[in-house]
C-alpha cells in the first residue's frame, strides 16, 4: 500500500507536491496568489493560504 511505503497518504502527497510547486512559483513568477493556487490546482486562493501556512510556518503573502 502507498501508505506504508511512502510514509503518507495519497492525498497528502499530492497536497505536499502541489505546496512545493507553489513555493517555487511564490519566489520565481511573480504571480498573485490566485494565479498561483489556480496553476497548482487549488481553486480557492484561501485554502492555498491555509495549508501553506500548515506546511511551512507562515504565510505565502510573506513572500510577495
Known amino acids: 500500500p502507498f ?3 511512502a510514509g503518507v497518504s ?3 502527497c ?3 507536491t502541489r505546496l512545493e510547486r507553489g ?3 511564490l519566489h520565481t513568477q511573480g504571480l498573485t ?3 498561483i493556487a489556480s496553476r497548482i490546482g487549488i481553486r480557492d486562493p ?3 493560504t491555509k495549508l501553506y501556512k500548515r506546511a511551512y510556518g507562515k504565510t505565502p503573502k510573506r513572500h510577495l
Open 3 to 5: 501508505r506504508e511505503t
Open 10 to 12: 495519497v492525498h497528502q
Open 14 to 16: 499530492i497536497i505536499g
Open 23 to 25: 513555493d517555487e512559483l
Open 33 to 35: 496568489l490566485k494565479e
Open 46 to 48: 484561501n485554502y492555498f
